[in-house]
């Protein structure tokens, strides 16, 4: 058997740029854009790169690490290291080494965002 640490946590989507929340069709949902968040594409699939970063120590909250959004290889070698270093990409969330304990979301915050209903409608829903 081999020797794992597992660890939990959350991802706070809003804090993403131009993350939104909004109801289409009676459905609540996140409207996240995917070029203004570096996201890439791929295979009909859409990545966020992140980093884990795992403390030796937990900080005074009780956290093991976090988690932050980065810019995948190609953009990061595009932009070159000095632009790719100006940009603020967020802390996402952070993580907890998991032993037994029940992880849920306290501390999560939901940002409501007012879209003008008059857009034309485009999701498949």
Not at 60 to 82: A, V
Not at 105 to 124: K, R
């Amino acid at each position: 058997m081999s020797n794992q640490k597992v660890y939990a946590g959350s991802i706070a989507l809003t804090k993403l740029k131009s993350a939104i929340i909004t109801t289409k069709k009676g459905t609540k949902c996140l409207l996240i854009p995917i070029s203004d968040n570096y996201f890439t594409e791929k295979d009909g699939s859409v990545y966020l790169n992140c980093s884990v970063v795992i403390r030796d120590e937990q900080d005074k909250y009780g956290q093991d690490g976090f988690i932050s959004q980065k810019l995948d290889t190609e953009t990061y070698k595009e932009l070159g290291k000095e632009k790719a270093n100006e940009i603020k990409l967020p802390i996402l969330g952070n993580i907890k080494h998991f032993a037994g304990q029940n992880n849920d979301n306290a501390g999560s915050t939901t940002i409501e965002t007012p879209v003008n209903p008059e857009e034309d409608d485009d999701l498949p829903f």
